[in-house]
């Protein structure tokens, strides 16, 4: 209800501000060059085997280079785009299905942000561990073709 006038659109707003700005301090006063524990497996491994990190530009140029990344880059951005219209419309397509209470397309919206970042934590970490990209994406998409048939 905070967003559904010009004031309250401007108080939303103003928290995110406050709220953004105060997480942006506590991160720069607890940043570590390297964190303790490795975020990943990989990066685990990383570390055994004493692997240093080229430098940035060498590594952006590392990647384009590599078979398949500009596919895989732009499917990522594809789904960004995808992700942000369907954030951006879902209370208009819950209200063309009978959902019109602003709590519940409110729970419609941070359930779909829910299942992102929880699906990208859980895949993120199966693709890790096995380093099976294909057969996962692959996996994905069929789960959603069967998902998304009637």
Do not use: H, W
């Not at 301090?25 to 990190?53: A, D, H, W």
């Not at 209470?101 to 890790?128: C, K, N, P, W």
Request: contains cysteine; negative net charge.
């Amino acid at each position: 209800s905070m967003a559904t006038n010009a004031v309250g659109l401007e108080n939303y707003f103003g928290l995110i501000a406050v709220a953004t700005s105060i997480i942006t301090v506590g991160t720069l006063l607890q940043f570590q060059n390297k964190p303790e524990l490795p975020p990943s497996m990989s990066e685990l491994e990383k570390r055994i085997l004493g692997e240093k990190e080229p430098p940035f530009l060498e590594s952006v140029q590392k990647f384009f280079n590599t078979k398949g990344f500009t596919n895989a880059l732009a499917a990522f951005i594809c789904s960004i785009s995808i992700t942000n219209v369907v954030g951006t419309f879902i209370d208009e397509v819950m209200k063309r299905g009978g959902v019109t209470g602003q709590f519940e397309i409110d729970l419609a919206g941070a359930g779909f942000e829910f299942a992102i970042v929880i699906g990208g934590i859980i895949l993120g970490g199966l693709v890790d561990r096995t380093k099976e990209y294909k057969k996962v994406t692959l996996a994905c998409l069929a789960a959603t073709a069967f998902f998304c048939s009637p």
